[in-house]
């Protein structure tokens, strides 16, 4: 999880770091060095992480520009997560 955040962030925390990540319009989420699987366990998986990092509003809109500006996401537009709105 740490490498994925990493990665979003444009960080360099891990070694290997991530070079790309996408998910298939199927729904499973890949990166250059592994498969993650089911992207809708990686969705809730980072939810729960931003949650407990308790971002304000505005950090969480900053996550949210910055995983569709990095992550190739080709699933459907009202499949996709939107990070900056955070169910409780």
Known sequence: MTAIIA???GE???DPQ???MSVSSDGYA???ADSL???ADLDRNI???LIAAQLSPDERQEFARLFRERVDDHRPAES???YGELLH
């Open 37 to 39: 699987g089911d992207a």
């Open 7 to 9: 990665y979003v962030l």
């Open 80 to 82: 996709r997560p939107d």
């Open 30 to 32: 890949t990166t250059d």
């Open 18 to 20: 991530i070079g790309w």
């Open 47 to 49: 939810r729960k992480l």
């Open 12 to 14: 360099e925390w891990t």
